[in-house]
C-alpha cells in the first residue's frame, strides 16, 4: 500500500535505511539478544534483556537504561517471524503499538523497513510528545548503522586468506599501543592493516563525547609474531567501563580452516570447561565461540568462511 493512502498514516512512524551488510548479518544482529542489546534504543541508553524467543508468539523483555538512570521497562510479543525476510511483534506495556520489521536483500546490502503503529491517534501524540518516539526511531537506526560499521568492518577482512592459522587476543588496560610497540620491536614486524582507535568510530548525534585520551586508545590491531602466529590486542580502558585482570586478559584465538573442524574443536576442547559464548553464526559472518578450558586457560573459536 502507498504510504500516502496508509488508513494508520496519522499514528505512525517509519524508519527505511540500507544497510552495508548482507542480509544473513542483519538478520543475526536482530536475532541474536548479545548483538541486540548494543544497539537497540536511542544515544546514551544501554539495555538488560531477560527474555528473547524469535518465534510465533514468543516473548521479548528488557528493561532500557536512559542516560539519566531512569529504567524503563518493556515487554513485546512476536507475532510473525519470517526468517530473513521480516518480524513483527507487540508492545504490550505501554504504549500500545505493533512494529514491523522487513529485510530485503539489496546485492551485498540490506533495506531495512522498520514501521510502528500505534493504537490510537492519542496514544501516538502522546508518545511522540513524551517520549519523542519519531526521534528515537531515528537514534535507534543510527546506533545500528555505527554497530554495524563499527563491528563487522573492523573484525572482517584483515585475515589475508582463508588457511587455518592461531593467533593471541589480548586485553589491556590502556596501554596497548606501547606494549605493540614494543612487540614489533622484538619480532621486527609491522601492524596488518594499520590500526583502529576510538576515535575513527564515525561520531552519532546525542552520544556521550569520548575524552581525547579515550579518543585516543586502540579498538583493534594486530601484528605478526613467528611461524605465521598473530597478536591481536585492544584496550579495555577502565574509563569505558571494563576491568582488565590476570585470567580475562588474553585468549588463544583459533581459526579452522572449515565448520566442521572448528564444531569439533570447540566442543572437544571446552570439555568440562566453562563456555562463555556458545559457538554459533555471528553477525560479523564468522562461526564464533569462546570458552575457558577445565584447566583454566581461555580460548576463542572463529571460523569465516570464503566470501
Not at 213 to 231: F, S, T, Y
Not at 249 to 271: C, G, Q, V, W, Y
Not at 280 to 289: E, I, L, R, V
Amino acid at each position: 500500500m502507498n504510504e500516502q493512502n496508509s488508513p494508520t498514516k496519522d499514528r505512525e512512524i517509519r524508519l527505511t535505511r540500507i544497510f552495508n551488510a548482507p542480509i544473513e548479518l542483519m538478520w543475526e544482529v536482530w536475532t541474536n539478544p548479545d548483538h541486540l542489546q548494543q544497539w537497540w534504543g536511542p544515544h546514551g541508553f544501554t539495555n538488560t534483556i531477560s527474555k528473547y524467543e524469535v518465534v510465533n508468539g514468543g516473548a521479548f523483555n528488557l528493561v532500557m537504561h536512559g542516560p539519566d538512570g531512569t529504567n524503563y521497562d518493556n515487554k513485546f510479543v512476536f507475532t510473525e517471524v519470517v526468517p530473513l525476510q521480516k518480524l513483527q511483534y507487540d508492545h504490550i506495556t505501554g504504549p500500545k503499538f505493533t512494529a514491523t520489521v522487513t529485510f530485503e536483500k539489496i546485492g551485498n546490502t540490506t533495506k531495512i523497513d522498520w514501521h510502528m503503529v500505534f493504537a490510537t491517534r492519542e496514544i501516538f501524540i502522546q508518545t511522540v510528545k513524551t517520549f519523542k518516539a519519531d526521534e528515537g526511531l531515528k537514534q535507534n537506526g543510527e546506533r545500528l548503522e555505527a554497530y554495524i560499521n563499527t563491528r563487522f568492518q573492523l573484525l572482517n577482512d584483515k585475515k589475508p586468506n582463508k588457511m587455518a592459522r592461531v593467533s593471541f587476543y589480548v586485553n589491556f588496560p590502556g596501554n596497548t599501543e606501547d606494549a605493540l610497540n614494543f612487540y614489533k620491536g622484538v619480532f621486527r614486524t609491522e601492524f596488518i592493516g594499520g590500526i583502529q582507535r576510538f576515535g575513527d568510530i564515525p561520531t552519532m548525534e546525542g552520544m556521550p563525547p569520548l575524552s581525547e585520551q579515550d579518543k585516543k586508545l586502540i579498538i583493534h590491531a594486530e601484528i605478526p609474531l613467528l611461524g605465521g602466529h598473530v597478536l591481536m590486542a585492544t584496550d579495555a580502558a577502565e574509563s569505558m567501563g571494563f576491568k582488565v585482570a590476570t585470567g580475562n586478559n588474553m585468549h588463544i584465538n583459533l581459526e579452522p580452516d572449515s565448520r566442521d573442524e572448528a564444531k569439533r574443536i570447540f566442543d572437544e576442547l571446552s570439555d568440562g570447561g566453562t563456555i562463555s559464548m556458545p559457538i554459533q553464526d555471528m553477525f560479523w559472518g564468522a562461526y564464533f565461540g569462546s570458552f575457558t578450558d577445565k584447566f583454566g586457560i581461555n580460548w576463542m573459536v572463529n571460523y569465516t568462511p570464503a566470501q
